[in-house]
């Protein structure tokens, strides 16, 4: 079976009758949102809340009931991928452009399970380019100040033009020599004015499902 399809349908064990379930972006979380849907249809209720526009139109195909923050007071559980997931479960996030809703709906999950295949495991957080969501005002600016802080950014294209996350942002993809200390790199690419989030969720996962060299599932 394919790695992203084994761990990504492992994620539906932790999903229960009644949940709200935070629905991640990405081609490893697709099967969880698929056999959620296969569950829905045998009678499963749950009601999904989604991390991007591309997320809401699959689970309105599978099934998935969907919710938005007005109706809920909670989400129980949140599913979602990652690009690098660290020895300390944390994360680099938004190579799909969804970071910013992906960070609030974890953030606001009472648990936060991540999907991913073993080539996501690394000893250190960095060779992935951090996604920096920024606003489209300034991001000239915005550039300046990410240079400043070490990193070397690229605005993200689609088509020849920056691709637009589904805020109307743009994405900086920042590769930085290292990456000694995540949370203060998390901390201070915040502070600088036009950002609106990065990719880095540190302390945030509670479980990670990943494959071991045995190909069984192991959780961490
Ligand atoms: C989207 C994300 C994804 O979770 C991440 O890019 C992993 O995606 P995939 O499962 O396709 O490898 O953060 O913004």
Same mark, same amino acid.
């Given at each position: ?10 994620a539906v064990?932790y999903v229960e009758?009644?949940m709200v379930v935070g629905l991640g ?7 969880t949102i698929?056999?959620l ?9 749950i009601k999904g809340i989604p ?8 689970a309105?195909?599978?099934?998935i009931?969907l919710v938005? &923050?007005?109706?809920? %007071?909670?989400i129980d559980v949140a599913i979602?991928?990652?690009? /690098?997931?660290?020895?300390?479960? #944390? +994360? ?13 709906i974890?953030?606001?999950a009472?648990a936060?399970i ?48 920056? &691709?637009?996350?589904? %805020? ?9 020599? /290292?990456?000694?200390?995540?949370? #203060? +790199? ?35």
């Amino acid at each position: 079976m394919n790695e992203k399809k084994e761990v990504g349908e492992k994620a539906v064990d932790y999903v229960e009758e009644g949940m709200v379930v935070g629905l991640g972006t990405g081609s490893t979380v697709f099967y969880t949102i698929s056999k959620l849907g296969n569950l829905v249809q045998q009678g499963l209720s749950i009601k999904g809340i989604p991390t991007s526009k591309q997320t809401e139109k699959l689970a309105i195909e599978v099934g998935i009931p969907l919710v938005s &923050f007005h109706e809920i %007071n909670q989400i129980d559980v949140a599913i979602d991928g990652a690009d /690098e997931v660290s020895r300390d479960l #944390d +994360l680099i996030k938004g190579g799909g452009g969804a970071l910013l809703r992906e960070k609030i709906i974890a953030k606001a999950a009472k648990a936060f399970i991540v999907v991913a295949d073993p080539h996501k495991m690394v000893d250190k957080l960095g060779s992935f380019p951090l996604p920096v969501e920024v606003v489209p005002f300034g991001f000239e600016m915005t550039m300046k100040y990410l240079q400043e802080l070490g990193g070397s950014p690229q605005l993200r294209q689609k088509d020849g033009i920056p &691709f637009r996350t589904d %805020n109307g942002n743009y994405i900086f993809d920042c590769s930085f020599p /290292e990456i000694t200390s995540p949370e #203060d +790199l998390e901390k201070d690419l915040n502070l600088i004015p036009g950002v609106v989030d990065n990719g880095l969720f540190i302390g945030m996962a509670d479980k990670v499902i990943t494959l071991n060299g045995d190909k069984n599932i192991s959780i961490n």
